[in-house]
């Protein structure tokens, strides 16, 4: 599950802009971009590994009929967080790897036009992602 885990983080680390690594305060490996998250990865009490990842309400509702193994976003809202289950049966990383996107996708889309440039501005230049986190 660990594989699992790590390689949507390094997937969400490849996308345009941002940032992943551990967010000390929580223990626990996010991904940002400019100062929003838009993947968490986080133990559950039950001992399953589950990735957080931010949609839209609609999007929301549709990948919890479709995927068996994902459900409400834990320890978030619910209307706009769901949580894949790593270690859930049927488990499917492409489509996993999608919902990282789209949540990254969102949250870009979420950020005033000025950060959003600035982020992909730095991004094409080569300058690294910087951990800057708000919710």
Known sequence: M??????LLAHAAGLPGAW?????????PVASVGPRLFLLLIPHTD???????KLDPE??????KAYSWVGPGFHQ????????????????????????????RLVLSLLTRRVRE???LADAAGSPARPTWQW
């Open 20 to 28: 992943a690594g551990d967010k000390p305060e929580w223990d626990i």
């Open 77 to 104: 809202s619910k209307r706009h967080w769901v949580s894949i289950d790593l270690t859930g049966p049927g488990y499917r990383p492409d489509d996993a790897a999608d919902m990282v996107e789209d949540s990254y």
């Open 47 to 53: 001992g399953r590994l589950l990735a957080n990842v």
């Open 59 to 64: 999007d929301v509702v549709a990948v919890r």
């Open 2 to 7: 660990v594989a699992r885990r790590d390689a």
């Open 118 to 120: 600035a982020v992909l």
